[in-house]
């Protein structure tokens, strides 16, 4: 007769050790709609850490502007007379550029989620290797792939339609944004149950009239906060297009400081409010993200 072994930490009917036992790892996958991660560190932050960490990093260029000519006060009175140049033409492109790429990126990525279930293979196989390529893939590269392979101009007749570099720094964006909302689509419709499904075929229902009707649904609601999750981090990101010259919060920072003699004291005003602008505006929808995924959680 075999008789199981007793082995301390594993065995229900063992009794406790004080050995240490490895507890197997849980982690929720990449599509799953409930991975908020950064907005439950954004929203955990204390709105009181930025301004602890603009003091924090001030402390040395106070210490240099003491001894300078150029003091604090010239520094954020310069500031206050570029605020209206740096927030309504620097701060404006970068929401203006986070709004069009997530347009484009929601839809993209709502059509290569969906592809990503199909019964047909080849699109199947080509809507998840398109999700796993540009996933996968470092955003600036993609920034200066699109950028320097995009043409400035198209010329359609005897008429030439320019084509601004935001523009190609929205599209660019929308690559990683259309495949990280496609893992978002396809979880969230397999988070759906299957006696959903069961229930559609039982009525007669297509598959396309399942996925539209039943199942699309009943997973909007379940894909908004992680849809308004990637909106923050993509938020954020937009600065990067600074580096390729689109005209930003950054890009227009650093027209003022050279236009007022590059003086060092003027970097921690410039772009301290940068990062507090940021914070102000992406804290919020973090906060919210969270209230909305509590909401609309599935109850068992």
């Known amino acids: 007769m075999f008789v199981q072994p007793n082995i301390p930490g594993l065995s229900t009917n063992s009794q406790q050790t004080d050995f240490a036992v490895l507890l197997p790892y849980q982690a929720s996958s990449s599509g799953d709609p409930v991975d908020l991660r950064f907005s439950r560190w954004l929203a955990s932050s204390s709105p009181w850490l930025m301004f602890a960490l603009f003091l924090l990093v001030s402390l040395y260029p106070m210490v240099v502007m003491a001894q300078s000519k150029y003091t604090l006060e010239d520094a954020f009175s310069t500031l206050w007379r570029w605020l209206p140049f740096v927030v309504g033409s620097g701060f404006v492109m970068n929401l203006l550029i986070s709004f069009f790429t997530m347009l484009f990126g929601t839809v993209a990525g709502v059509l290569l989620g969906l592809g990503q279930i199909s019964l047909l293979l080849p699109v199947r196989k080509f809507s998840w290797f398109t999700t796993q390529l540009f996933r996968n ?18 010329e359609i007749g005897d008429s030439i339609i320019p084509i601004p570099d935001w523009m190609k720094a929205v599209f660019g964006l929308s690559l990683p944004i259309m495949a ?27 598959r396309s009239q399942t996925i539209w009707k039943i199942i699309l649904p009943q997973c909007f609601k379940r894909m908004i906060p992680p849809w308004m999750n990637w909106y923050a981090i993509l938020t954020m990101a937009t600065p990067l297009v600074s580096l390729l010259g689109v005209e930003e919060i950054v890009t227009l920072s650093r027209q003022a400081m050279e236009a007022e003699d590059n003086h060092p004291e003027l970097l921690i005003p410039f772009f301290g409010f940068a990062l507090v602008i940021f914070f102000a505006y992406c804290y919020p929808i973090a906060r919210w993200t969270l209230k909305l995924e509590e909401r609309y959680s599935v109850k068992l």
């Not at 893939?137 to 198209?154: G, K, N, R, Y």
């Not at 909302?181 to 297509?206: F, N």
Request: hydrophobic share 55%.
């Open 180 to 206: 990280n909302i496609s893992e978002v689509v396809r979880g969230a419709v397999q988070s759906v149950p299957t006696g959903q499904w069961e229930a559609a075929e039982s009525l007669a229902y297509s």
């Open 137 to 154: 893939s470092p955003w600036l590269v993609l920034l200066f792939i699109v950028m320097l392979t995009f043409p400035f101009e198209i």
